[in-house]
T-cell receptor
């Protein structure tokens, strides 16, 4: 079974602190994602990575950065935590299945496997 | 508005009844997925249906996809208390190399024993 782990289930930080959220997957997946989940807003993508040292902005990257130095690990960094970053943070990973169509490889968007989440409270 | 939007936002039914949730989306997709989330936990993948499929089954789950209407439905038959959770649809992008999924805001399902 795929396992995605997150470093903390609950975290309490103070405004202005630098916060690191770690995510590790054990299935050699190429793709990793960070989401935040807030009531009434669903899941919103912060950043994702499709390879080591590669990163792409999601829908709400402001105030966040990421690091992917190893394939299995994807870190989310809150440079200076603010109260509006209080949220549930979810990490996910997926593999890429290429399929050939018209001579071009098109990656299929496969299942994402989620970690248990980190509930962050910024005071 | 969001790419995937579930309807209704909340649903309460008696145990043993069937539960139906709907998802609408706006742009063309390769596939659509449904996920479940128990309170305070991560999401768990339930089923994936590709754009060239119309219906798919997995145990008590039945998913339909109508690409002409840009909509999908998730049917849970013979519901159980353990089915109480939030259910999300997720749609992908046709962009080459773009691995993003876009999630809706979810349907909160409560099964009354």
């Amino acid at each position: 079974d795929v396992k995605v782990t997150q470093s903390s289930r609950y975290l309490v930080k103070r405004t202005g602190e630098k916060v690191f959220l770690e995510c590790v997957q054990d299935m050699d997946h190429e793709n990793m994602f960070w989401y935040r989940q807030d009531p009434g807003l669903g899941l919103r993508l912060i950043y994702f990575s499709y390879d080591v040292k590669m990163k792409e902005k999601g829908d709400i990257p402001e105030g966040y950065s990421v690091s992917r130095e190893k394939k299995e690990r994807f870190s989310l960094i809150l440079e200076s935590a603010s109260t509006n970053q209080t949220s549930m943070y979810l990490c996910a990973s997926s593999f890429t299945v290429p399929q050939q169509a018209g001579g071009q490889y098109l990656p299929l968007k496969e299942t994402q496997y989620f970690g248990p989440g980190t509930r962050l409270l910024v005071l | 508005s969001q790419q995937g939007e579930e309807d209704p936002q909340a649903l309460s039914i008696q145990e043993g009844e069937n539960a139906t949730m709907n998802c609408s989306y706006k742009t063309s997709i390769n596939n659509l997925q449904w996920y479940r989330q128990n309170s305070g936990r991560g999401l768990v993948h339930l089923i994936l249906i590709r754009s060239n499929e119309r219906e798919k089954h997995s145990g008590r789950l039945r998913v339909t996809l109508d690409t002409s209407k840009k909509s999908s439905s998730l049917l849970i038959t013979a519901s159980r208390a353990a089915d109480t959770a939030s259910y999300f649809c997720a749609t992908d992008s046709l962009d080459f190399g773009n691995e993003k999924l876009t999630f809706g805001t979810g349907t909160r399902l409560t099964i009354i024993p």
